[in-house]
């Protein structure tokens, strides 16, 4: 059982946090109450170029964040791949007027000289209130040097109320014990699920977290 204001996380931080940073979660057990939800999309192998487009007019209301990880296999034999990050964590503020701030995308993403590929996307409420999701859209095309884009896929994140919990100390990279304020009134006692994690500082710095453990609040 985790200490009183504490809750533990499997694997430990990516990065170290502090008491400006925010938790979020959902109040009630299992997936279909994680504040952060991932996709996988593989692309078809005959495709010049992949996108994705993060609608947040969709749903104007909570600000969420996003992230897009791509792997591509490289060489004849399938453990040949390569990874990069077409687009870190970055805030989509649906509450926002201006379409580059409440829209965000990848841009093209290059898979012309891959065998196959596949995009990791994930999708996570950051505001504290009831949210109807945000937007996902995956297009591709097979014309080189011609913006002709075709929907591959589209899909809603994460759906439904947010609660945010703040750190109560500072946390080093690595640790799986955190010290939050009142754990238990901020529904953290939901465990065995994915958790968002925002670095208000440095957005790229946010994650996710698997919850394992939580403590009594004091």
């Known amino acids: 059982m985790a200490a009183v204001d504490t809750i533990v996380i499997l694997d430990g931080l990516q990065n170290a946090k502090d008491t400006n940073d925010k938790i979020y979660t959902m109040d009630g057990d299992g997936e279909n109450y994680e504040a952060v939800k991932t996709y996988v999309v593989e692309l078809p192998p005959d495709v010049s170029a992949a996108r994705v487009i993060f609608n947040g007019i969709y749903a104007n209301d909570m600000e969420h964040h996003v992230r897009v990880h791509y792997t591509a296999l490289t060489a004849t034999t399938p453990t040949k791949t390569e990874n990069s990050t077409p687009l870190d964590w970055t ?51 097979g014309y080189t040097g011609l913006d002709v884009w075709t929907t591959l896929t589209r899909f809603v994140g994460p759906v439904g109320t947010a609660v945010e919990v703040a750190f109560a100390d500072a946390e080093a990279q690595g640790q799986t014990t955190l010290s939050v304020t009142n754990p238990t009134a901020g529904h953290l006692n939901h465990t065995g699920k994915f958790i968002f994690i925002e670095d208000t500082g440095t957005a790229a710095d946010s994650e996710i977290a698997f919850i394992i453990e939580c403590g009594a609040d004091a």
């Open 91 to 141: 805030l989509v503020d649906t509450n926002s007027a201006t379409g580059t701030s409440n829209t965000k995308e990848t841009g093209a993403i290059d898979v012309s000289g891959h065998l196959a590929g596949t995009l990791h996307i994930s999708i996570a409420v950051s505001e504290a209130g009831a949210t109807s999701g945000l937007e996902a859209i995956v297009q591709v095309r």
